[in-house]
């Protein structure tokens, strides 16, 4: 279902996790503050000291934990910011307070906020259970993408020449990755897999459905299976 989005600005996130997918746990908080043309009004990247010093043994086994060294040069130069997850959980709802913002927006918004969730009631012991406050809206932009882009003949073209496919080989790949490989028209793109690295790029992806869908989608967790190989679906 698409709608009206209320707010000027909306905040886009991206979080890097260890643990299993199910109970994941957040060591990197990339974000901005966007409007619908993407322009960007503050931004920031928070290593979560919490997770990514005093529990290291998960963040080396996480699928990207061979990114630790990178992280620790990125604190050095302060292009990012080691906080304390609750640190930075106030940190990102002063920014939204101080731009009227109730509105996310992640790529796979129900990873992210599970995630986010799932590491506050690790860390506090259940004494705290939701990141954000109770009436916060969630926009998912991967929702979006596989209504709006990956429904155009030219993406299907881009993706079965690239062979992006899914694993089971019945979908076209939908992720931000692939997604932005195509905008980009660079078949080579590669994420870099970091929080506010990859918040720039969903930003972009997000301005791109706004403009062919003229409002946002929630959540839907399976609206990969809209991107099936050779059949193009209507939004909904």
Known sequence: MIWELTDRFILVLDVETANSLDNALVYDIGWRIIDIYGKCYAQGSFVIRDIFVFERALVKEAFYGSKIPEYITDIKNGSREMVDFMTARRKILNIMKQFNCHTVAAYNANFDRNALNTTIRFLTKSKYRYFFPYGTDFICIWNM????????????????????????????????????????????????????????????????????????????????????????????
Not at 219 to 234: E, F, H, S, T
């Open 145 to 236: 993408a596989c209504n709006s882009i990956c429904q155009s003949g030219e993406y299907r073209t881009f993706a079965e020449t690239n062979r992006h496919y899914s694993n089971h080989g019945k979908n076209y790949r939908a992720t931000a990755e692939t997604v932005y490989a195509f905008l980009t028209d660079n078949a080579n793109f590669t994420e870099e897999h970091k929080g506010l690295d990859d918040v720039k790029i969903e930003c972009e992806i997000f301005v791109k459905c706004f403009e062919e869908m003229g409002g946002v989608m929630g959540i839907k967790r399976n609206c990969w299976q809209r991107v099936r190989r050779g059949a193009l679906v209507a939004p909904r």
